[in-house]
């Protein structure tokens, strides 16, 4: 049973006076409002229902608490045992203060603050010093009314936001998902978490029932943190919206249609539990909140919604990444869907209005790949500078590098120098075991002690002695003529600790019936020939307009690759307009479309004779004198999209790749294409 502080001393001048406490007393006692006794008053009656005490105020007398006499004692003995979380941490303390004012609907004064976090009233004082910075930066107000107190004003879309970030970051996922198991349409549960107690068990559950319940809403893709929020920022939505209390209207809000679809679900299940209609703009507004959690499926080009300028920034951050630390990321397909997930709901989650505390899982993380850390951290603010990253958010784009890591360790060996005094025979043994026991170490050179004033040791990424250097500064380790096998365990946990991206861990692989594997395989094989035989690159005749220039490229296609040319263009340009295409620092664009029209797939480049200026992904300008154009039916098969996907993946995907796209004669094309075909049919 959890009281706050004030009700606490309530409930201790009740006790100690049995026989009835004046309102004006109670209101001295604590210095804060009638309206503030009433409400205190009306969570106490609440808390106490289970013990069959009750408070009474007969007219003209005083509140008095009434029960059986063992009934009381119990009462007695859970106010002694129930102790007050005293948030001895600053930042924790601030956030609940201003949870506190802002879901007061009067003023608060500071001797109440006071009583509430037991701390001198100059500490609250600091506090709101602290504070108030802060919630300019949120655009909200912390105003102080003479003779009357403290409050928080400003919109209640702000309000929401902030009070869902800190009640998020003030209950660990354990105690959240350990309490809401326990919810059921009773919803009597008690909590001590103050940052808990600001939702109403009631809303939690009704939030936990309906999003649990909603079949597009594949909780199998939500992270445990991300569920949270999510069931966080709702329960306070449903709350808020009991009390009438709704965000405002935005003119410019346009949230994406699935997440529309979703948090119109929602909404309509809320609607009916409160009784009364939801505003569209709530609705807009949870819509955006599901922005900020990975409950969609990796998307690719075809896909309306697809973000183009994202995708090139993803691409962007791991190349800056693979060349900043050194390690190649840049063929990992995996991540760069991971990534896109990630930072595509990362980038719509809010900042919270005080300090995360520190997650020390995700701290041991950057300690073990600080290399990487740096790398991901100056690289991050390069390809997303407008936007600030929590150290939470910045760990977890870490944890998605070094997952690759793990999965695909670099192809970058060590380079060993081994400095042996003995004959060539031992050198010779030595260098055998270590290439047999020690894969890790792709590259060594045996030199002897005499030769050390030649050799340029920055090169290495590892130095091994077979004797003592009394005088040598670099690091280095001394290791028998024939490696023992404690040796190469020593080498191998040094390594590790050198490298630790060197670890591996071998994947599961995937059992496939051998019939559907063939089906596969032969349906791959066959989309790609037909690729490969309606691959073009040819000169082309511009017209006035890019888009008229598509018309009639399109045109040549129909009845062949289209069935309605007017349509494809159509549609081709309505993806061209929806997001920037054009590949930044080049001469070229992707068009493309997957509709009905399209009767197979299809993949041409055609050189333009003058040059038309388009948005590039950067959103910045290039001259585009050559169209690659990419179309598929709709829908489309398995096969098809792995195939198309490689298409479009590879145009950013490195370097070469780009240089071919740009320049690259049908012959160069043709061998790009069969060669991404060839692995994809490798791993089908």
């Given at each position: ?124 004082v600091s506090d709101l010093q602290a504070i108030e910075q802060s919630l300019e930066d949120y655009r909200l107000q912390l105003q102080r009314l003479k003779g009357r107190g403290i409050k928080i004003t400003g919109r209640e879309k702000e309000k929401r936001q902030i ?478 999209k792995g195939l198309l996907g490689k298409i479009s993946s590879s145009v950013i995907e490195s370097d070469l790749n780009t240089e071919i796209y740009k320049f690259g004669n049908h012959e160069l094309v043709y061998q790009l294409l069969s060669s991404l075909f060839i ?6």
């Open positions: 049973m959890y009281f706050s502080v004030r009700e606490k001393k309530i409930l201790s001048l009740l006790l100690t006076y049995p026989n009835g406490v004046q309102l004006e007393q109670l209101r001295h006692e604590l210095n804060v409002s009638k309206r503030t006794i009433y409400r205190e008053i009306s969570s106490i009656e609440k808390t106490i229902k289970p013990l069959d005490v009750q408070i009474i105020k007969p007219r003209g007398e005083g509140y008095r608490i009434v029960g059986e006499s063992i009934n009381l004692d119990k009462l007695k003995d859970e106010i002694e045992e129930n102790k007050e979380d005293l948030f001895t941490d600053n930042v924790q303390r601030q956030g609940a203060i201003v949870s506190s004012l802002l879901l007061m609907d009067e003023e608060e004064t500071i001797e109440g603050l006071s009583i509430d976090f037991q701390v001198s009233p100059s500490t609250i009070l869902g970030n800190l009640i998020f970051n003030g209950v660990s996922e354990y105690d959240f998902f350990q309490f809401i198991d326990q919810l059921d349409a009773e919803a009597q549960v008690k909590t001590d978490n103050f940052f808990l107690k600001q939702l109403t068990p009631q809303s939690l559950y009704l939030a936990k029932t309906i999003l649990y319940h909603i079949p597009q809403y594949s909780l199998k893709e939500v992270t445990d943190n991300q569920l949270q929020r999510i069931l966080i920022l709702l329960a306070l939505s449903i709350d808020r919206i009991r009390q009438q209390r709704f965000v405002e209207e935005e003119q410019d809000s346009s949230p994406k249609p699935e997440s529309m679809q979703i948090a119109g679900q929602i909404m309509i299940k809320v609607a009916t539990e409160c009784g009364h209609s939801i505003p569209a703009q709530e609705v807009r507004f949870f819509a955006y909140q599901l922005e900020g959690i990975n409950y969609k499926k990796p998307q690719n080009i075809f896909i309306d919604h697809f973000d183009v300028e994202l995708s090139y920034q993803i691409k962007e951050l791991i190349r800056l990444v693979s060349e900043e630390s050194g390690l190649e990321f840049r063929k990992d397909e995996q991540l760069f869907n991971d990534l896109l997930t990630h930072m595509a709901a990362a980038l719509k989650r809010n900042i919270t209005v005080l300090p995360n505390v520190v997650n020390p899982i995700l701290q041991k993380v950057q300690e073990k790949y600080h290399t990487l850390t740096d790398a991901v951290t100056k690289e991050l603010a390069v390809v997303f500078p407008d936007h600030t990253f929590s150290e939470d958010e910045l760990g977890y784009v870490v944890v998605h590098f070094a997952t690759s890591l793990e999965r695909h360790p670099s192809s970058k060996g060590l380079f060993v120098l081994v400095l042996c005094s003995s004959g060539i025979g031992t050198a010779r043994i030595l260098e055998s075991r270590i290439k047999k026991y020690l894969p890790e170490i792709q590259q060594i050179q045996v030199a002897k002690i005499s030769e050390m004033n030649q050799l340029n040791f920055k090169q290495y990424d590892l130095i091994l002695a077979t004797v003592f250097l009394p005088e040598f500064t670099l690091p280095y380790k001394v290791i028998s003529p024939l490696l023992l096998d404690e040796e190469i365990q020593e080498l191998r946990t040094y390594i590790h600790e050198l490298r630790p991206e060197t670890e591996r861990i071998v994947e599961d692989v995937p059992v496939v019936e051998p019939s559907d594997a063939f089906g596969d395989l032969y349906e791959t094989m066959r989309t790609a020939n037909q690729l490969l035989n309606h691959l073009e690159v040819q000169p082309f005749a511009a017209e006035e307009t890019i888009e008229l220039t598509l018309e009639k490229i399109i045109g040549m296609l129909q009845g062949t690759i289209v069935s309605n040319a007017e349509y494809v263009t159509q549609k081709v340009i309505d993806r061209y307009i929806v997001a920037p295409i054009g590949v930044p620092k080049t001469n070229f664009a992707l068009f493309h479309s997957a509709n009905k029209q399209v009767q197979e797939p299809f993949f041409a480049i055609y050189d333009l004779d003058k040059a038309f200026s388009i948005l590039g992904m950067d959103k910045k300008s290039i001259q585009l004198t050559r169209v690659l154009l990419l179309l598929a039916p709709d829908p489309m098969p398995e096969a098809q692995k994809e049919i490798k791993q089908s």
